[in-house]
């Protein structure tokens, strides 16, 4: 078992930034990528970007690629997603998840847990 706990998220306006905290216990969390993920109401849960404990591969989605980065401390059991250059259309529920696979693209299926999310609204 594995629980996720997110936390930081509020209100900024467009072009500031946000850190997103999300941490990890149970015994089993250090064999899963981490990876976050974003919902609005009425869409799917999609996703954002992960990243392997030790600071190793990390992927993102294009649409926050040069604007988001991933990362790991791994002594905390901690990851955040740190959100600079924030757009209105960046406003959503962010989810850590807990991923047993991975591919270029992953989506909800592939998360094995999930956190209760924090949420991010971005001002005009």
């Known amino acids: 078992q594995v629980q996720l706990v997110e936390s930081g998220g509020g209100l900024v306006q467009a072009g500031g930034s946000l850190r997103l905290s999300c941490a990890a216990s149970?015994?089993?969390?250090?064999?899963?990528?981490m990876g976050w993920f974003r919902q609005v109401p009425g869409k799917e849960r999609e996703f954002v970007a992960y990243i392997g404990w030790g600071g190793g591969l990390s992927v993102y989605a294009d649409s926050v690629k040069g604007r988001f980065m991933i990362s790991t401390d791994d002594a905390k059991s901690t990851v955040y997603l740190l959100l600079n250059n924030l757009k209105p259309e960046d406003t959503a529920v962010y989810y850590c998840a807990a991923l047993s696979r991975i591919r270029s693209l992953p989506t909800t299926r592939d998360a094995d847990y999930w956190g209760q999310g924090t949420q991010v609204t971005v001002s005009t």
């Open positions: 149970g015994r089993t969390f250090s064999r899963y990528f």
